[in-house]
């Protein structure tokens, strides 16, 4: 989802062009979270989980820095790392082996962004847990970390940090945008290339026309757009050639083609707005923010970051964090 307020806009997991205006409406989860200010929002706990071993052919990644003895990290809750989820979904977080009733229960999580906020765990000697809490607007607009929800929201991408002056924002760690997923050999490098061809896309419910509608709006030769809410449908339709191709976040398309190489798909024709994600903080919590910075360029040294890297998206990151 990609909420905006304003002139303000935050980009998630989704389709980086397709920003949902943020109303308390989309703001509260669907089992009712916008209404629970506790600590956890209400639900249960989320353990958050490791990704596999990255391939043995690479030089294995050096163990995190540890913060120095005595230093205080700015934590709710000493030794716990709380995290909110934030708008971005797989393959930042992905969640597995959910148990219990929709009001508690543990739900096992995996992906990028857990990744690295393991690592970030790592150094300042905290467990991440992921918060069931989950009304997204107040992740977004800083409430849920000036309440003391939680100490970090994942998954977000302003498009200007300095225009949310409710929350303080790490260095980048992943560019967001979006990309053509295709079957091999396909060549579709564009919009262009994408002309008359069938093309599923997620639902465009902004109100803005996104890539596509400017494109078709401005094009006689048109793509022929096919839109879901559930746009992993069209996955099976591209491998039965039932579609030509998919236009998702640059971040799914490379994910589908790492986890499933026998479907002999490849992420291709990045395109659209580019936003950083970061990583989110109360304003006034530099302890924290100084030791998140400080574990993601440890992390893009030391060879975890590509290792992570490797694991969700395939290949060897472009650029790796720093500090700033």
Not at 152 to 157: K, L, N, P, S
Not at 172 to 191: V, W
Request: glycine share 14%; charged share 20%.
């Amino acid at each position: 989802m990609s909420p905006m307020t304003g002139n303000r806009k935050i980009v998630g997991g989704g389709l980086a062009a397709l920003a949902l205006l943020l109303t308390a409406a989309c703001g509260s989860g669907s089992d009712g979270g916008g209404s629970d200010q506790s600590n956890d929002g209400g639900k249960g706990g989320t353990a958050a989980s490791g990704s596999p071993s990255a391939s043995p052919t690479h030089a294995p990644a050096k163990p995190m820095a540890k913060m120095p003895a005595g230093t205080d990290a700015g934590l709710k809750i000493k030794g716990r790392l709380t995290v909110c989820q934030g708008p971005a979904g797989a393959p930042f977080f992905e969640g597995t082996d959910s148990t219990g009733s929709a009001a508690g229960g543990t739900t096992h999580e995996k992906g990028f962004d857990v990744d690295l906020l393991t690592l970030v765990g790592e150094r300042i000697g905290a467990v991440p847990v992921i918060s069931g809490y989950n009304d997204e607007m107040h992740m977004i607009d800083g409430t849920a970390l000036k309440q003391g929800v939680c100490d970090i929201v994942g998954g977000v991408a302003p498009d200007s940090p300095a225009s949310f002056p409710e929350m303080s924002f790490s260095v980048s760690y992943f560019t967001k945008d979006q990309a053509i997923l295709s079957k091999q050999g396909a060549h579709y490098t564009s919009l262009d290339a994408l002309a008359g061809k069938r093309v599923g896309a997620s639902e465009n419910d902004t109100g803005q026309p996104d890539a596509l509608d400017t494109y078709n709006s401005t094009h006689s030769k048109k793509i022929k757009v096919t839109r879901s809410r559930m746009p992993e449908e069209f996955y099976g339709q591209l491998r039965m050639n039932q579609m030509d191709a998919v236009v998702t976040s640059n971040a799914r398309a490379m994910n589908i083609v790492a986890e499933h190489p026998d479907w002999g798909m490849t992420a291709s024709g990045e395109f659209g707005d580019r936003f950083q994600a970061r990583f989110a903080v109360r304003k006034d919590n530099t302890a924290l923010l100084k030791q998140i910075d400080a574990a993601l360029a440890d992390a893009g040294g030391n060879g975890q970051y590509a290792k992570a890297y490797r694991t969700w998206f395939g290949g060897e990151p472009a650029s790796v964090p720093k500090g700033e």
